[in-house]
């Protein structure tokens, strides 16, 4: 009895230090999100300037994906893990000198640095938990690993509000182009100085993980007798349906997250402001609603991993992709408070599908899981991909009679379509 219970802590350790790394990049994505207002307003420049911000943040995760993915072949997820902890902690600490440059681009050469780190954490972490025993439970244990990552996102919403945004001085951007160079290089600097704290305490919080995980013993996975060289593999991975169509299916997944939670703001300051009230408290409440949607989604995961014990993956993916498609039907037609109540609720619906699609995608894919996982992160592309022909809809103000913000929901409608047509077509694979 005494050793089954030595065996089963040596075995939890390992999975609670890689389900760590799930908040930790949860973390990074929402302290990262306010940033592009934040240094267009700190640098003077456009908001199109202060959204590379973003094409820096998913540019790392699309460029290192598949060289994540042939460096965990090539080692173990261990190496992968711990590679991409130390991505993540310099390009967190690269800040402190980009903040002495006081010029934007270096900030930008950091934030892909460290999300090259977070590419490989995903590459890795992801098939490890499923790896970490019995297949057949194998998309319950992912989505209970994934519960922690909308736990750091809350947490980098809050530090991001708390420690950022309510510390930086409150001169717009037309207020400090008219500064002398001096007191606006003071200024810049000052807000810099701010900005970079929360990075350089995560990178110290990252560097003593990356120090836990080079001594604690993780366990080994297995791997085939013989590897197939990298052309078979892709040949093999690509010929199978339910991974190729999990690709398709994450792409839209990402593409309808990102769109749902960008563009909540826009949704009830159009709603909020009809209603009479001023255009920064509308914003202010609308942030709040974005707040109660990731809180949501937060419990969802939970609930969601617990009915996985009793309903088939692809069934629930698919009940749970046609529940979104009511609620953003909802959020569309409704021109009142109730819209925006559907448009939270589509975040419940939401929390199931990212594990889930890529559980499901790589059943069965053996040692070929390390290339796989490439495929499944670089659909993460989705969500810089479709937000932008979002907001091109949104700019035309008022469409069919309906405000432009709501007509904007049908292409998150579209993109649940499609995870619903998914989970039905995989619904037999468990």
């Known amino acids: 009895m005494k050793n089954r219970t030595g065996q089963s802590f040596a075995a939890i350790i390992p999975f609670i230090l890689v389900t760590s790394c799930f908040a930790l990049w949860g973390f990074a994505n929402d302290v990262t ?37 042939l460096f965990i072949r090539r080692y173990s997820y261990k190496a992968g893990i711990m590679l991409g902890l130390a991505l993540y902690a310099v390009g967190a600490l690269l800040f402190l000198p980009a903040k002495e440059t006081g010029c934007y681009y270096p900030f930008l050469a950091a934030y892909f640095i460290l999300t090259c780190g977070l590419s490989f954490l ?65 200024l810049r600097d000052s807000d810099l100085a701010v900005l970079i704290e929360p990075y350089l305490a995560i990178g110290i919080v990252i560097g003593i993980l990356f120090l836990i995980f080079l001594f604690v013993k ?3 996975e297995k791997e085939s007798a013989a590897k197939n060289s990298l052309r078979q593999t892709f040949s093999n991975i690509f010929a199978i349906k339910h991974y190729r169509d999990g690709v398709v299916a994450q792409f839209f997944y990402v593409g309808a997250q990102i769109m749902c939670w960008t563009f909540i703001i826009q949704y009830g300051t159009q709603l909020f402001t009809s209603e009479g009230m001023a255009e920064q408290d509308a914003e202010i409440l609308s942030q709040k609603y ?63 599908m990212f594990p889930t699609i890529y559980g499901i995608a ?22 810089s991909v479709l937000p932008p022909l979002q907001a091109m809809i949104i700019d035309k103000g008022e469409i069919a009679g309906l405000p432009a913000v709501n007509v904007s929901f049908v292409l998150p409608l579209i993109c649940f379509i499609v995870i619903a047509i998914y989970g039905r077509s995989t619904s037999r694979l468990a």
């Not at 590459?123 to 990552?149: H, V, W």
């Not at 069965?364 to 993460?380: C, P, T, V």
């Open 362 to 383: 790589l059943k069965g894919l053996g040692d070929d899981a390390k290339l796989g996982a490439a495929g499944l992160i670089m659909a993460i592309l989705g969500g």
């Open 33 to 69: 999100n306010p940033m592009v207002k934040a240094f267009s307003k700190i640098f003077r420049m456009s908001v199109t300037d202060g959204a590379l911000v973003q094409m820096a943040f998913y540019g790392g995760y699309f460029a290192m994906a598949l060289p994540a993915a």
């Open 218 to 220: 993780m366990p080994t």
């Open 290 to 352: 974005n707040i109660a949607a990731m809180i949501l989604f937060c419990c969802s995961r939970f609930v969601c991993t617990y009915l996985l014990r009793f309903i088939n993956p692809g069934n629930l993916l698919r009940i749970l992709a046609v529940a979104a498609c009511c609620f953003t039907i909802g959020a569309i037609v409704l021109q009142s408070r109730v819209g925006l109540y559907s448009l939270v609720a589509v975040s419940g619906c939401m929390s199931l």
């Open 122 to 186: 995903e590459t890795s972490c992801n098939p490890y938990i499923l790896s970490m025993g019995d297949e057949k439970n194998a998309t319950r244990r992912l989505n209970l690993a994934q519960s922690f990552n909308p736990i750091g996102s809350l947490l980098g919403m809050y530090v991001a509000m708390n420690f950022i945004q309510n510390r930086l001085n409150p001169m717009s951007t037309e207020e400090r182009s008219l500064l002398p160079d001096a007191e606006f290089a003071a």
